[in-house]
């Protein structure tokens, strides 16, 4: 079964407004992290954002955002102001509790997120 | 911040040919190294778990001595592809986790491209 889903194999924004890349998880276990990287055409993985599984409030960084539903399972990434350097591939990952001091990370499918000028 | 350093980050190898790709986490030590390989446009797969000073754990479906890996000191992973087919070209990317940050995210290397001819 599917860890990590990404429904959105592509995606595209206009250059300064706001975009939701969605991500949905599955897990049994009470302690978990979620984590969201970007991945430029040149391969490397960038890391972004974080979210703890007993985190009260959602995780921000700078203008990225994880709007996190933990009933619903969800960790979707918003990004504020697109900017053309933000056309790239998304992943959504988790790692799961008893990993958690350092575990593998499970990788969604990918968003590729395309900014139109 | 934490920096992993992956080399080469191209290869071009002849089939029946090895290759060695070194990962090294250059100001951090790491007990645990994951080792990824990815399609283009697709996931990352987790090919298996490197352990400082003990046996890999391989993901099921993934040939352990197709791809060896070792795991030397805290800072040096390495991975060998041996008998290198036109199927194991691939990107191939590491990645590590600092052992004295709980909750830390996975750094990666910027990957190795390699193509088996």
């Known amino acids: 079964a599917q860890k990590i889903t990404q429904t959105q194999p592509g995606m595209f924004v206009q250059e300064k407004e706001a975009v939701t890349l969605d991500c949905t998880y599955d897990?049994?276990?009470?302690?978990?992290?979620l984590f969201w990287y970007k991945q430029p055409s040149s391969g490397e993985m960038i890391f972004l954002i974080y979210?703890?599984?007993?985190?009260?409030q959602n995780a921000t960084e700078g203008r990225y955002s994880l709007n996190f539903q933990k009933a619903r399972k969800s960790a979707n990434l918003v990004i504020s102001a697109s900017q053309l350097g933000d056309s790239a591939m998304y992943f959504c990952?988790?790692?799961?509790?008893?990993?958690?001091?350092?575990?593998?990370?499970?990788f969604g499918q990918g968003t590729e997120l395309s900014v139109k000028p | 911040g934490a920096v992993v350093s992956q080399h080469p980050s191209r290869v071009i190898c002849k089939s029946g040919t090895s290759v060695k790709i070194e990962c090294r986490s250059l100001?951090?030590?790491?007990?645990?190294m994951f080792w990824y390989r990815q399609f283009p446009k697709k996931s990352l797969m987790l090919m298996a778990t490197?352990?400082?000073?003990?046996?890999?754990?391989?993901e099921q479906g993934v040939e352990k001595d197709k791809f060896l890996i070792n795991h030397a000191s805290l800072t040096l992973s390495t991975l060998t592809v041996t008998s290198a087919h036109p199927e194991d070209s691939s990107f191939y990317i590491c990645?590590?986790?600092?052992?004295?940050?709980?909750?830390?995210?996975?750094?990666f290397g910027n990957g190795t491209r390699l193509t088996v001819t």
């Open positions: 897990t049994s276990d009470p302690s978990y992290g």
């Open positions: 979210q703890g599984s007993y985190d009260q």
């Open positions: 100001d951090f030590q790491a007990t645990t």
């Open positions: 490197s352990n400082e000073g003990s046996k890999a754990t391989y």
């Open positions: 990645s590590a986790h600092d052992r004295f940050r709980y909750n830390s995210p996975l750094h």
């Open positions: 990952a988790m790692r799961e509790g008893s990993d958690n001091q350092g575990g593998k990370l499970i």
